[in-house]
């Protein structure tokens, strides 16, 4: 069975410019979640899709956004990028059965840089 | 709003033996899910337990169990007979009103041969 997969595995942008980011749940999931991870801030949530529908988000401003696709892969868009949003990108799916509570199967990442 | 504290950013343990991480959570929910996941180096992160709230019963997967002390909001992670492999961060997570995971700071574990 193949697991969450996320492309690129490294972008680099500069300040201003907007990036996409891209995953694929594992087949049968229909929830996504997008979080952030920099450097000693652990993870923080993002966002939240299930069944094309945004969910929840976290607290980050609007210029963080994404969409859920029908096949249930998602893709998240960061404009106006700053210097503070260089960070690996996890992607994970779940089963979407019981919301958050559902155990999360996590891609390997996208690693952002922002010069 | 929900919170999770690991207060040890670094533990290490010698090869075989035993260790214990570290969270304290808080969240206004009754009903509500916690987590371990660890992240090796360059790896996907994965699931290694999970712990329903409204469970007496403290979850086991194998050499990893925690201790779920509900009253006082903590849910350590007790690994045993400690391998190389079990090198890696430690994120603790909480779940609460099925509307959002917060996770923890992470533990970075050193396994020492």
């Known amino acids: 069975e193949a697991g969450v997969t996320q492309s690129p595995t490294h972008l680099i942008k500069t300040r201003g410019q907007q990036a996409t980011l891209r995953c694929s749940p594992i087949?049968?999931?229909?929830?996504v979640y997008w979080y952030q991870q920099a450097l000693g801030l652990g993870l923080q949530f993002l966002l939240w899709?299930?069944?094309?529908?945004?969910?929840n988000r976290g607290n980050f401003p609007p210029r963080f956004s994404g969409r859920q696709f029908p096949n249930y892969s998602s893709e998240l868009n960061v404009n106006a990028l700053e210097l503070e949003d260089s960070a690996l990108y996890l992607c994970a799916s779940s089963w979407g059965t019981c919301g958050t509570t559902d155990t999360q199967y996590f891609g390997p990442g996208t690693r952002l840089t922002v010069l | 709003a929900q919170t999770v504290t690991q207060s040890q950013p670094e533990m290490s343990v010698q090869e075989a033996e035993t260790v214990t991480l570290s969270c304290t959570y808080d969240t206004s929910e009754s009903d509500y899910y916690l987590f371990w996941y660890k992240q090796p180096p360059s790896r996907q992160m994965i699931l290694v337990i999970r712990q329903e709230a409204y469970k007496q019963q403290n979850a086991t997967e194998n050499r990893f169990s925690v201790n779920f002390q509900k009253a006082a909001k903590s849910f350590s992670l007790k690994i045993s007979d400690s391998q190389l492999g079990d090198a890696a961060m430690y994120f603790c997570?909480?779940?609460?009103?099925?509307?959002?995971?917060?996770f923890g700071i992470g533990t970075k574990l050193q396994v020492i041969p």
């Open positions: 087949s049968g999931h229909t929830s």
């Open positions: 899709y299930d069944e094309g529908e945004e969910r």
């Open positions: 997570a909480l779940s609460g009103g099925y509307q959002k995971v917060t």
